[in-house]
């Protein structure tokens, strides 16, 4: 069973910066692969950034935000983050980390609101 506890999410101007943190425990995280979701009222969960396990991890993001989103893992730390640059009041959503194991186990967090407006 992993547990991830996310951090990091608030109130921000259009163009500014935040960084998610998400960390995990009770699994292996070196074999999960790690990714960010965000979802907003009445719409879908949205996959926004994955990164594979390793520590060359495979990032891919979504086509909104690419070069302006990042994402990492720590294996010491056991952690995976979410650099968010030039945010965009599209971007407010609440965040959601998310784990999946090689068996094809599902984890989530709990979420983090972002919130992008002037």
């Known amino acids: 069973q992993v547990h991830l506890v996310e951090s990091g999410g608030g109130l921000v101007q259009p163009g500014g910066s935040l960084r998610l943190s998400c960390v995990a425990s009770?699994?292996?995280?070196?074999?999960?692969?790690m990714g960010w979701y965000r979802q907003t009222p009445g719409k879908e969960r949205e996959l926004v950034a994955t990164?594979?396990?390793?520590?060359?991890?495979?990032?891919d993001y979504i086509d909104s935000v690419k070069g302006r989103f990042s994402i990492s893992r720590d294996h010491f730390e056991k952690a995976a983050y979410l650099e968010m640059v030039s945010l965009e009041p599209e971007d407010t959503a609440v965040y959601y980390c998310?784990?999946?194991?090689?068996?094809?186990?599902?984890?989530w967090g709990q979420g983090t609101e972002v919130t992008v407006s002037s």
């Open positions: 998310h784990a999946k194991s090689f068996r094809g186990e599902e984890y």
């Open positions: 009770g699994g292996e995280f070196s074999l999960l692969v």
């Open positions: 990164i594979t396990p390793g520590g060359g991890g495979r990032t």
